[in-house]
């Protein structure tokens, strides 16, 4: 398909821009198949920008433009601007309950593919998207990429979303949980005065468990908890991390 490889587009004169695009960019010329997959996620943050703007560049060529429409399904407000902007045609998780790919940014990844999400507040809707999706790709910088265990890197805590009138519940049952070193409730500051709420009209707590030994168990055990409505580990769906680098470069981690 007619669209520039990534080694010849030039800088964007921001290193870190560059990292994310190259991850983005190589995500997507690697794992979208037109022949495929139709209905495609797309996630939230500032890396999955480039990811919209690959598809984007793919859904107006001319070898697709006139056989294949994607359909795109965002996980925020923020993906549904993208790919509105991007020219690609927008769905829902409700008219699509099954998604054949999904890409999206994290916070952290461990060795194991596990991931911490949710510092954009998106992680809920994150979730149901990339739960839903045959195959779900990460794309981060190479910041992202823990050589430990997860928290190791992200040390801002576990994300929970929360239902508004159970967050005093929460942040109790949060700090009886062996190895809760604190939990509170994440402010808008200094942009809003409050808690910062969801697209879904939740709060969210940030729980700090440091370095996380079993994430799997962890979200059980929050996820069990009256009025959590999701947690920000992700363990066990991504199938493939791809991690840019200032140079243009990537790594790629498989499940």
Known sequence: MSVTPIEELPS???????????????????????????VVGIGSGSTVVYVAERIGKYQASPEL?????????????????????????LGSIEQYPEVDIAFDGADEVDPELNLIKGGGACLFQEKLVSTSSAQFIVVADSRKRSPQRLGTSWTRGVPVEVVPSA????????????????????????????????????????????????????HARIKALVGVVETGIFAGNAAKAYFGSADGSTQTLAR
């Open 167 to 218: 967050y005093v519940r929460v942040l109790r049952d949060l700090h009886g949980i062996p190895g809760c070193r604190s939990a509170q409730l994440r402010l808008g500051e200094p942009g809003k005065a409050g808690p910062v709420v969801t697209d879904n009209n939740n709060l969210l707590i940030d729980a700090d468990f440091g370095p996380l030994e079993d994430p799997a168990a962890l």
């Open 12 to 38: 964007l004169g921001d290193a870190l821009e560059d990292a994310k695009r190259a991850a983005s960019y190589r995500a997507v010329d690697e794992n979208l198949d037109p022949a495929k997959h139709r």
């Open 65 to 89: 433009k006139a056989k294949v429409e994607f359909i795109c399904i965002p996980t925020g407000f923020q993906s549904r601007q993208l790919i509105l902007d991007n020219g690609l045609r």
